[in-house]
């Protein structure tokens, strides 16, 4: 007879020797217990019991007080018929106490556990029997159970269950209590987050966010909404089915046959008219029993847009002597001609070999830059490095905050293969929106592409300013050129419709000539 009633797989099928007795716990102890009792008293002497984890019934009853009162008012009505039975408790789930109240009323008591890949024993309590070797540690081999009676062996087994239980006397507290102190912990968690995100009001970038938009002196209140996580359990994860951003109005177009009136259409187009204004959204998509999908609209916010904007138009025939890059697609801002007085590279083969600490430092150090020579209306720069601005992982790229680059008139992201830094800005993330809100330009260029070209022989001729501009930063100047254009003038060009971007190489006396 297996006795079914936890939340966990089913440990045996139906067959012609096994049959199944399904309990709701939920019921209450007391009904429950009662209807064990009488499957028992039906079933009669010799029946061999296999019962699912009691461990299970703590989400039903939260304490652990009954659970023990269960064992002890079934286990001996179970040996007054003498019949076998099988009950399983997860390690450091329950209190002492009611260990020890199971432990006192049963007749066998075993510890399950691995070790080194290996199935263990070791019998804690046996009634009425004994032998030299029966309290020890046993290992599985085959059918047998052999003790582990070798010192060594037995050493190493023990250090290892010794470090596993390092904090099982914090968890061994009755489950009832263990609810309410993990609720004090994630208050305690909750009022730490939201002291952060108001002292993130003061912060650097918003400061910087505040005076480029003429707010400074203004008096802003934040608000701080909480809410429930959209999604569903997979397994011991909790998440969407679906999740992602969408705008009602798409200016950054990435190829030629996107309709930038398009947007998502319906959902998008509906919010769009309700607030009169282009909108950005952030949804998830979750299923119910039927796989009816449901989205939840988890944030939406007015979208920042630049409009129609005039035609560029781009020289089909440039040699590339005059050229610095050129690349189809993987740009976003809108079309764009704009001459550059700074530029500043990143060198990707210098910057992979730095550890993470420095890594950082060279993302202050931009920063710095940004503050000294970036000025959009009398010096605007380009910022060019390997893999992803913006990112908090310095493995993945250089990890800058917003207040360090909201000065540079463009930003690129060069792919570098060989240290697997590769170009990817995420379209839904509060990164992607200062740029846009930001006015810089975005472009991703792939040097091994076939339809990029990029001079890295001209990059390699143009004079390193850094030391002058910031002698204590000399250190870096194999990963960081700064050049700044005083007898020839960049211009950097894109244009939406065909796709093209290019930087061009213009000479005094050609730019005269224009």
Not at 197 to 203: H, L, P, R
Not at 377 to 383: G, H, Q, V, Y
Request: aromatic share 12%; net charge negative; with cysteine.
């Amino acid at each position: 007879m297996y006795v079914r009633f936890g939340d966990h797989l089913p440990m045996l099928g139906e067959s012609d020797r096994i049959r199944i007795h399904r309990v709701d716990p939920r019921c209450g102890f007391e009904i429950f217990a009662t209807q064990i009792h009488l499957l028992i008293t039906d079933e009669g002497p010799g029946t061999f019991y296999v019962f699912d984890c009691l461990s299970d019934l703590l989400s039903a009853w939260a304490t652990d007080h009954m659970v023990g009162n269960f064992f002890r008012v079934t286990c001996p009505y179970l040996y007054e018929l003498d019949t076998i039975a099988y009950f399983a408790l997860l390690r450091n789930r329950h209190a002492l106490k009611t260990v020890e109240r199971i432990r006192n009323t049963t007749q066998v008591l075993l510890d399950v556990f691995n070790h080194d890949g290996q199935f263990h024993i070791q019998p804690l309590k046996v009634w009425q029997r004994n032998s030299p070797t029966m309290f020890l540690p046993h290992r599985k081999e085959g059918e047998e159970f052999i003790p582990v009676d070798n010192s060594f062996e037995a050493t190493r087994l023990l250090k290892d269950l010794g470090e596993r239980n390092r904090d099982a006397a914090r968890r061994q507290i009755d489950h009832w209590h263990r609810l309410f102190l993990e609720a004090e912990e994630r208050l305690e968690q909750l009022e730490n987050a939201v002291r952060n995100i108001f002292a993130s009001a003061m912060s650097e970038d918003a400061l910087t966010y505040r005076q480029q938009r003429g707010l400074a002196s203004q008096d802003e209140q934040m608000a701080l909404l909480i809410q429930r996580v959209s999604g569903s359990y997979h397994g011991s994860l909790y998440f969407p089915e679906l999740s992602g951003v969408g705008v009602s109005y798409n200016t950054f177009v990435w190829d030629r046959e996107m309709d930038p009136q398009a947007g998502m259409q319906r959902l998008l187009k509906t919010v769009e008219k309700a607030y009169d204004y282009p909108v950005d959204i952030e949804f998830t998509v979750n299923f119910n029993h039927a796989r009816a999908a449901r989205i939840g609209v988890v944030q939406c916010r007015p979208l920042q847009t630049k409009g129609e904007q005039d035609a560029v138009l781009i020289p089909p025939d440039i040699p590339e002597t005059q050229l610095f890059f050129r690349a189809e697609g993987n740009f976003m801002g809108g079309n764009i001609s704009q001459s550059l007085k700074w530029m500043i590279w990143v060198e990707p083969k210098e910057y992979v070999r730095l550890p993470q600490q420095e890594r950082y430092e060279v993302a202050r150090l931009i920063g710095r830059l940004n503050k000294r020579i970036a000025d959009r209306k009398d010096s605007p720069t380009l910022l060019l490095g390997p893999g992803r601005w913006g990112t908090s992982t310095p493995s993945l790229g250089i990890p800058i905050s917003f207040s360090e680059i909201n000065n540079f008139t463009a930003l690129a992201e060069v792919a570098y293969p060989k240290g697997e830094l590769m170009p990817e800005l995420s379209f839904g993330s509060h990164f992607f929106q200062d740029l846009v809100e930001g006015d810089i330009f975005y472009l991703a260029l792939f040097p091994e592409a076939k339809d990029c070209f990029f001079n890295s022989s001209w990059l390699n001729q143009q004079t390193n300013a850094l030391e002058g501009l910031l002698p204590s930063c000399s250190r870096y100047k194999n990963v960081v050129k700064v050049c700044h254009f005083e007898q020839q003038n960049l211009r950097l060009l894109a244009d939406i419709v065909s796709q093209q971007i290019l930087c061009r190489i213009y000479h005094q006396g050609d730019i005269l000539n224009k």
